[in-house]
């Protein structure tokens, strides 16, 4: 089980950090599992926003977060965290963390996401 955390109300311009941990039986099964951060926004298609590979050595962003967005692992914890500066409003939506069954993002970031949590909800006010 993926649990996100983090999630919250911020101004445009502010920072969050989100992290996602596997707890109870799944606890330490995405150890060797790419994982990644997709969102929401309401009324549209979820789409990839950071990814990073088993150990978390690659790092992968999309083009509209890159320089603001930061996704790390602690692969003690069994833990990623994605750091969010520079936040906008059209960035607001529930935010996933998935691990991957392949131990590194794969081309098109979703393909072979099979674990997901339940999301965190990230409100940008402008």
């Known amino acids: 089980q993926l649990a996100e955390s983090g999630g919250g109300l911020v101004q445009a311009g502010g920072s969050l950090r989100l992290s996602c941990a596997a707890s109870g039986p799944t606890s330490g099964r995405y150890s060797q599992h790419a994982m990644g951060w997709f969102r929401q926004a309401p009324g549209k298609e979820r789409e990839f926003v950071a990814g990073?590979?088993?150990?978390?050595?690659?790092?992968y962003y999309a083009d509209s977060v890159k320089g603001r967005f930061t996704t790390s692992k602690d692969i003690a914890k069994d833990t990623i965290y994605l750091q969010m500066n520079g936040l906008l409003p059209e960035e607001t939506g529930l935010y996933y963390c998935?691990?991957?069954?392949?131990?590194?993002?794969?081309?098109?970031?979703?393909?072979?996401?099979?674990?997901w949590g339940k999301g965190t909800l990230v409100t940008v006010s402008s």
């Open positions: 998935a691990a991957s069954v392949y131990s590194d993002i794969q081309p098109n970031p979703a393909y072979g996401m099979a674990y």
């Open positions: 990073l590979s088993w150990s978390g050595g690659n790092t």
